[in-house]
């Protein structure tokens, strides 16, 4: 999902899906310098729209499941095409609260990707399940489907594909295993919101999508948020009972829940930014194809294809990515990263660790075997991206990183 991330440079930058980072020292003050993720520039934009609505809910004084809250998920719902929306505190409450809508617990597995943010099998663990980790393709880095068969199980009783850094995991080849074993698929969307698959939306692709509005999500917040999916009413009607503490009616409580409401200011933010959200999705895509034709006029190659020392994103020809990160691969991440930071230019890890070396687990698994998210793990590094990017500054990271990499076509 969105993690623990190691931010190199930068000032107020939100990596991932939580602020937990490790900082290199300043970048030098003759050094140019720029934003990781720019919601500045993006505030200027909707500023009077984000103060009414906030003005609004003042107004009304109804924070607590206020009327945003059900105008957010309807928009939602439809935006994404789905028949319901459940509005959430955070993504990783989304993932908990479809879990346990689906009644998983103490002894089940659940079959996810390694190479996610923590919560993802966290959420798991935290309900008494065991995460089985799945390796990744190495083009795309979503779960492998051609791997999951060999991990089904009779304790199995979901698998959670991760839709990683923007774009969506192939939802169509997981859901065919899936129904064979008659399983549920929880999608993983917590940085996919907004992405196309086939001519669908990221969160309308399974029996339930989970997203996180984080800040520096595609879509994000000023705070926590997140959001559950589904076409299933019964579903959805459980889902609505453990957000609010298991109760169907006041002071009538049928199931175990917990407190996961979606906070009624956060939801009148969210209207704010979802009425720009289609132009930034364009912008966030045209931004992302234009730093892979840079880098590539520079020598680099796609994930898929290989053969050079810095490796683009591979999208799917059918998939629309949001690009929640740009990430690509280089030979020794920490040189680039230092040379990157004296030049201002900031820099993540999306992720260091694969979930399986994680020593919370305690699962008997070693990073052999799922080696292909070991040794990108070692690789990775995320660059500025947000639909506010100029090419100029593009120009600039892209040179900066083809120096630093050693990319035989320098401009």
């Known amino acids: ?57 003042l107004n009304h004084g109804q924070y607590i499941m206020g009327p945003e809250v059900g105008e957010l998920e309807t928009r939602l719902a439809e935006f994404v095409g789905v028949s319901h929306c459940i509005g959430m505190s955070s993504g990783t409450d989304a993932l908990l609260i479809a879990m346990m809508a689906l009644e998983i617990g103490r002894g089940d597995e659940v079959i996810t990707s390694p190479f996610t943010f923590i919560a993802t099998g ?4 935290l309900l008494g399940a065991r995460p089985v980790f799945v390796d990744i393709d190495p083009a795309t880095y979503n779960l492998d489907p051609a ?46 919101f907004g992405a196309g698959y086939k001519g669908r939306r990221s ?17 994000g917040a000023y705070g926590d948020a997140g959001a559950c999916f589904t076409d299933d009413a019964d579903l959805a009607k459980r889902m609505r009972e453990i957000l609010n503490h298991g109760q169907d009616r006041r002071y009538h409580h049928p199931r175990l829940g917990v407190n996961g409401r979606l906070d009624t200011l956060q939801a009148a933010i969210l209207l704010a930014k979802l009425a720009i959200f289609p132009d930034e999705i364009a912008a966030r895509s045209a931004i992302g194809a234009r730093y892979t034709q840079l ?47 004296q030049q201002g230019i900031p820099t993540a890890v999306h992720y260091p660790v694969p979930l399986n070396e994680q020593p919370v ?51």
């Open 295 to 341: 880098f590539h006029e520079r020598g680099a190659a796609s994930s898929a294809a290989g053969g050079a020392s810095v490796l683009t994103p591979f999208i799917q020809p059918e998939n629309l990515s949001v690009y929640a990160q740009y990430t690509i691969q280089v030979p020794d991440r920490d040189a680039v990263a230092a040379q990157l930071q």
């Open 147 to 192: 791997q999951i068969e060999g991990a089904i199980t009779g304790r199995t009783r979901a698998i959670m594909p991760v839709s990683l850094y923007g774009q969506c995991a192939d939802l169509d080849a997981i859901n065919a295993v899936a129904a064979h074993h008659r399983l549920p698929v929880i999608e993983d969307a917590a940085q996919s």
């Open 122 to 125: 966290e959420m798991i663990a």
């Open 1 to 57: 999902m969105l993690g623990l991330d190691i931010c190199h440079g930068g000032r107020s930058n939100l990596c991932g899906r939580n602020s937990d980072r490790i900082r290199y020292p300043p970048p030098p003050q003759q050094a140019i310098s720029m934003q990781f993720i720019d919601l500045k520039s993006q505030y200027s934009r909707i500023e009077p729209d984000v103060q009414s609505r906030i003005q609004s809910v």
């Open 203 to 219: 969160g309308g692709l399974s029996r339930i999508g989970c997203t996180s509005f984080f800040p520096s999500k595609p879509l």
């Open 361 to 411: 687990f305690h699962v008997g698994l070693v990073a052999e075997e799922t080696p292909i998210s070991a040794a990108i793990a070692k690789r990775v590094i995320s660059l500025p991206m947000h639909p506010y990017l100029s090419e100029e500054t593009q120009v600039q990271i892209v040179d900066a990183v083809a120096r630093a990499a050693g990319l035989p076509n320098l401009r």
